[in-house]
Structure formats: C-alpha cells, structure tokens
C-alpha cells in the first residue's frame, strides 16, 4: 500500500515569493492535515480536512497561507508571499478519520516539504 | 500550542543498554501515542495507549501511562544503532482525535 506522498521534498525560494506543497493522502484515508515542524521542535497543525471541508483552520495563517482540499483526496498549501520566518518542514498526515470504531487516531506521515526562504 | 512536553530533551546511550523516554501534558486525554522520526523523515507511528490502559508493549517497546500525575514513559529494551532518531509524544485530547506533539526527545545509540 503506498503511502501518504508529498511533493516538492524541497524547496528553496527567495522571501515575497509564493511556494506550494502538494500532497497525496491513502487510500481511504478521510483526514488529511497539514502540520508544521521547526528545526528541533514537534510538528504544530495547521489544518485539519474531514473529506473536502476544513475543520480546524484556527492556527493557519491566513494573510499569507492557505489550503485547499478539493473531491477530498488530494491537498495543497499555498503560502504568498514567503517571510524568512516561513522556513521549516511541512509536514502532510493523513488518518481514518472521525470517530468511528474504524479510528484509532494513528497519523500516517509524508516525508515532508523543507522550504528554505532566503 | 504543545501540550505534551518530552523529557530528557537528548539522550546518548551505549547500543545494548535500555533507553527510557517521558512525557507530561496537561489537559485529559483519550489516547496518548508515541512517534519515531529519523532524520530528515516523516514521523512514524509506533504505539498507542488509550486513557483506561496503564502499560502496552510492542516488540522491544513498553509504554506506560499514568493520568494521575499525566505522565507517560517509553522504554525501547536493548537498544540498537538504528533506534537513533527523535522520539515524540502526542496526546488525543478528550473527545478528539486531534493529535498535539510534544518538542520530542533525541536518542542517540552508539554502537
């Protein structure tokens, strides 16, 4: 089974610029959420998808981020323009979802996005 | 916001030896899991204890949970080279199963 994908793997860029990361969750896998993660520290959500809707955006940015999730299966985060503070992993986990006996709450992790901003 | 805080923050062992890992959080929880990152790579899921377990093992792993004092531990027994990586705490708050992560803590084993 292959796992959750995420595109580019890095990714350097010049401050004012806009970036975008690219992920493919599993099969079957209704969450997707896209995390941050500084150099040293644990990954931070950003957002959480059920299916195509956005559940919990509360710590996205959104002057200058945002995410899409369209039919539910693939997502993007877009971020314009960059700040040198922007620089870090992106992380992208997908899960079961909801609160079905089916869920475990076990997140699934992409190989993540580094983006440099100079 | 991280709710789970690691402790020790790095830790270097000799391959062979066993390795014990903390993590406190604050709030309750319904599950509490750990994660495992190698550098540059995603995180890995490697166990899951729900609020009513008070130990789990899988492997050379064990895993205790104590909401109490809200706190949980992570053994890795007979630790090898390859367990070198970040290891990271993450609780499920109650009602939720959104994932908060602790800052983690890195092992080092040296063969």
């Known amino acids: 089974e292959a796992g959750v994908v995420q595109s580019p793997r890095y990714k350097i860029i010049e401050k004012k610029q806009p970036v975008a990361f690219w992920c493919n969750p599993i099969s079957g896998h209704n969450t997707l959420y896209w995390y941050l993660q500084n150099l040293g520290q644990g990954p931070e959500l950003l957002i959480r998808?059920?299916?195509?809707?956005?559940?919990?955006d509360s710590q996205l940015p959104k002057d200058r981020f945002s995410a899409e999730r369209l039919k539910g299966v693939d997502s993007t985060l877009k971020i314009q323009p960059a700040e040198l503070g922007d620089s870090a992993v992106y992380l992208c986990?997908?899960?079961?979802?909801?609160?079905?006996?089916?869920?475990?709450?076990?997140?699934?992790f992409g190989e993540g996005s580094r983006l440099t901003v100079l | 916001s991280q709710q789970g805080e690691e402790d020790p923050q790095a830790l270097s062992i000799q391959e062979g030896e066993n390795a014990t890992m903390n993590c406190s959080y604050k709030t309750s929880i319904n599950n509490l899991q750990w994660y495992r990152q190698n550098s540059g790579r995603g995180l890995v899921h490697l166990i899951l204890?729900?609020?009513?377990?008070r130990e789990k093992h899988s492997g050379r792993l064990r895993v205790t949970l104590d909401t109490s004092k809200k706190s949980s531990s992570l053994l890795i027994t007979a630790s090898r080279a390859a367990d070198t990586a970040s290891y990271f705490c993450?609780?499920?708050?109650?009602?939720?199963?959104?994932?908060?992560f602790g800052k983690g803590t890195k092992l080092s084993v040296i063969p």
């Open positions: 986990a997908s899960s079961l979802g909801g609160l079905g006996t089916l869920n475990t709450g076990e997140l699934f």
């Open positions: 998808y059920e299916n195509e809707e956005a559940v919990d």
């Open positions: 204890i729900r609020s009513n377990e």
């Open positions: 993450a609780t499920a708050g109650a009602g939720s199963y959104q994932l908060t």
